[in-house]
């Protein structure tokens, strides 16, 4: 919790949220720079020892030229065409899309996976992987992104789960 107080008086200035250690303030880019300079400030202070890497730091924003001047401000990658924050791509349409297709081909090479294990490993144990790690997998998606950018490889995904689910029950796959 070294990192709670920090994250607690980024907060002040501008809504943040974090998730492990990832943090990601959101705002106007003079609040954002207040945000992250206070933020790299005392991830120093009181013997804390927090570091921050700013090869791993992206700035977004829709007006390219006030990422590029917030980004340029911190030492920060700009990433112009958009960023993945908790798990949800934000940005264009097409990085979101991009990076919806890219999340649905990784989670249908688990199920390939998942399907190609042998003995002893069983169909029953193969059900329970399958209901309880991928169906959620891009579950929160759902909220989060516009559903004209995630409806094609949402399918895509569904049908590589019903088909690894017919295939485990030994049904027909249509």
Not at 36 to 61: H, I, M, T
Not at 120 to 140: C, D, G, N
């Amino acid at each position: 919790m070294v990192f709670q107080p920090v994250l607690e008086a980024v907060a002040r200035i501008v809504p943040t949220v974090a998730f492990v250690d990832d943090g990601n303030p959101v705002g106007r880019a003079e609040h954002i720079l207040e945000a992250v300079l206070v933020f790299l400030e005392l991830c120093k202070a009181d013997g804390r020892n927090l570091e921050v890497a700013p090869a791993k730091c992206q700035v977004y924003s829709r007006n390219h030229a006030v990422g590029a001047h917030v980004a340029a401000e911190l030492g920060f990658q700009h990433a112009e065409s958009g960023v993945v924050a908790c798990g949800v791509p934000i940005g264009e349409p097409q990085f979101v899309a991009d990076t919806i297709k890219e999340r649905a081909d990784g989670v249908i090479a688990e199920v390939d996976r998942l399907m190609a294990l042998p003995a002893p490993v069983t169909s029953q144990m193969k059900w329970s992987m399958l209901q309880s790690s991928l169906a959620v997998r891009m579950e929160h998606l759902k909220r989060t992104v516009p559903w004209d950018l995630l409806a094609a490889d949402t399918r895509r995904v569904e049908r590589a789960v019903q088909g690894a689910a017919a295939a485990i029950f030994q049904l027909p796959a249509d």
